[in-house]
């Protein structure tokens, strides 16, 4: 018996803007950081450094390495934002002592502080956002499930 091994057929999609995936997710993605910005911007901080902030608030001192796969970005992309969220005064970096190829993210005093200060980030953002929590959960798994596949995590 021989397996067929032809590829499955492709959706057929139009070059119309409306029938883009991508559109969507890249409008909603740039709304969505912007939504962030007047809860931020008196914190002086980016949406991509509230992402680490979140990151280490969560899970504690990372390696610029454990950031990046949790994050999705490169250190290439974290490393001017370390070095900025360092001047700031909300984290240090450090080599480690295990691997002196490693650098580690730890918060600082006032960095862990902060947390106390954007604990009502993510509610008055879901309130402009309008979505019921059911619609967001599926919304968060759907997004998960596709973020997965494209970076091979299946």
């Not at 796969?69 to 970096?93: A, C």
């Not at 480690?96 to 862990?112: H, N, Q, V």
């Not at 509610?123 to 059911?134: D, H, I, R």
Request: proline letters at 6%.
């Amino acid at each position: 018996m021989t397996q067929n091994l032809t590829k499955p057929a492709l959706p057929k999609v139009t070059l119309d803007l409306e029938d883009q995936l991508c559109f969507d997710l890249y409008a909603a993605a740039r709304l969505i950081t912007s939504a962030h910005r007047p809860f931020l911007l008196p914190l002086n901080l980016t949406y991509p450094q509230y992402v680490v902030m979140l990151t280490l608030w969560q899970h504690g001192p990372q390696t610029v390495t454990e950031l990046g796969e949790y994050l999705h970005l490169d250190s290439g992309t974290l490393s001017p934002l370390l070095k900025r969220l360092e001047t700031t005064g909300y984290v240090t970096r450090s080599k480690s002592a295990l691997d002196e190829r490693a650098t580690i993210i730890e918060l600082t005093p006032a960095g862990a502080a902060l947390k106390e200060r954007v604990t009502d980030v993510p509610s008055a953002v879901a309130c402009q956002v309008g979505l019921k929590p059911e619609e967001k959960q599926k919304m968060q798994e759907q997004l998960r499930a596709m973020i997965a596949r494209l970076s091979g995590d299946r």
